[in-house]
């Protein structure tokens, strides 16, 4: 029998081609080579079930992506709802006298205050009421979407009672409270925003209301109009005291900006900045000639001639123009200016100033006289009221602008035109339209007399300046 024998190999000392990797084991974080039949354990780990490495989680529904995706472009979902509240207001409407504008104003004002004493009373953090657990979350997209109708429709109103600038400036301002809601440092100090736009938009509805049932506008309309929202406020803030009897709170997140928004706009009011809702300048240009046609020669009342320079092909930008906004004044000729002016039915006789400017060289723009005051009165036709004035010198050569404005001075519309030096310059063919009652915009002469053929000659003189009904 051979005898064992026990070989001692030093520690330190090993083959070149030795390794502590097990043979056909590969390293860890490594792929199994083909075939192999391995199994791999981490130190420290422990070794997991053949079950449990079956993936047991739930396959995504529709609505759980929906959601994702919300949460993922949450700020561009509100913005997106606070635009569709403004294109829907656009689209559908009304004019401002209309019963059933009104009270859909109405109601969405009374929505847009059940969701903010609904927000106070149930912040961040406080759990809602069962019955609207599965709504809540999109409580902030009915909030934008209801802000953004209702500061859309006002601002349609205001922009269509001014010459455009001014309700420019006031949606610009809207929409900046609006986003500066959605940023962190805003947003901690809770739905101030959301309250001074809604105290915005109940005054700017009784100032759009008030007239419409009293007939008439003035300061004391607008005022108590602002009456009005600062009421609205202080019923909210009674209702909110019996859930949050945090004092400072409710003065900072309903008081002062709510009251706030009050003094702005009554501030603005009287600097002559918010325009005179509900009435409106619906058309306006400038002519060489306007004369009102006798009924005898289409058989049909209300119509005017409005006579004005053919301009030449190339001039591609007067296509846009009101009449003769480049006015080539000929001997002394003077300018015309026509418009018409809209204000609800029943709404009693008033005065409107006509006022001409010359954008001096030195002075800068600077007043003709103290302007023309003219009589209105409401026809109640959707049309309008027609006037025309001529500011009784002629004007030298240089850039105008003609203004209309209540007795009080607040502005309703304004064109800018020029005046060119045309005399002894050859006169052009003239182009001639025809204003009726029930259409805002002048129609060529052309088309008219298509449907309604002469029964006379029109007169060819043009009137002295009057009303025209």
Not at 106 to 113: K, R, T
């Amino acid at each position: 029998m051979k005898a064992a024998v026990l070989t001692v190999t030093p520690p330190e000392s090993k083959p070149q081609d030795a390794s502590t990797e097990v043979p056909g084991v590969p390293v860890e974080g490594g792929p199994l080579p083909p075939g192999a039949n391995v199994a791999v354990a981490t130190p420290g780990a422990a070794v997991a079930d053949p079950d449990d490495l079956v993936s047991t989680e739930k396959t995504p529904t529709l609505v759980d992506r929906v959601q994702a995706f919300r949460a993922k472009y949450e700020k561009q979902e509100m913005a997106l709802f606070f635009f569709a509240g403004f294109l829907y207001d656009v689209l559908t409407l009304s004019p401002v006298d209309d019963a059933l504008t009104e009270v859909q104003n109405f109601v969405y004002l009374a929505i847009l205050a059940g969701l903010l004493v609904l927000e106070q009373r149930y912040p961040e953090g406080v759990e809602p009421p069962k019955l609207l657990v599965k709504v809540w979350r999109f409580r902030e997209d009915a909030l934008h979407f209801l802000m953004g109708s209702l500061l859309s429709a006002f601002t349609l109103f205001l922009f269509k009672s001014s010459s455009g600038f001014t309700p420019l400036l006031f949606m610009a301002g809207m929409f900046g409270l609006l986003v500066a809601n959605e940023l962190p440092r805003f947003r901690q100090l809770g739905p101030v925003i959301r309250v001074a736009v809604f105290s915005l938009c109940v005054t700017l509805y009784f100032a759009s209301l008030l007239p419409v049932l009293f007939g008439r506008v003035g300061w004391w309309i607008f005022t108590l109009s602002v009456v009005l929202g600062c009421g609205s406020i202080y019923g909210l803030l009674r209702v909110l005291k019996r859930w949050r009897p945090d004092e400072k709170a409710l003065l900072r997140t309903v008081a002062v900006p709510g009251f706030g928004a009050q003094a702005l706009l009554l501030g603005c009011y009287f600097l002559g900045v918010i325009p005179p809702v509900p009435l409106a300048v619906q058309y306006s240009g400038i002519y060489h000639a306007v004369e009102k046609v006798p009924q005898s020669v289409y058989g049909t009342s209300g119509v005017y001639r409005l006579t004005s320079d053919e301009q030449p092909w190339w001039k591609v930008w007067t296509a846009f123009h009101h009449g003769d906004q480049e006015f080539t004044a000929r001997n002394g000729e003077q300018p015309v200016y026509f418009f018409r002016i809209f204000a609800p039915k029943g709404f009693e006789s008033y005065y409107v100033v006509v006022r001409w400017f010359h954008d001096h060289p030195e002075k800068g723009w600077t007043a003709l006289g103290k302007g023309y005051r003219a009589p209105v009165s409401s026809n109640g036709s959707e049309g309008g009221f027609r006037y025309y004035a001529r500011p009784g010198i002629p004007l030298k050569p240089g850039d105008w602008r003609v203004v209309v404005e209540t007795e009080s001075g607040h502005e309703i519309n304004r064109l800018n035109f020029t005046v060119i030096d045309g005399t002894g310059t050859e006169k052009p063919t003239n182009k001639v339209e025809v204003s009726v009652l029930k259409t805002t915009k002048p129609l060529p002469l052309e088309a008219w007399e298509k449907d309604h053929p002469p029964k006379a000659a029109a007169p060819a003189a043009p009137a002295a300046t009057a009303p025209a009904p």
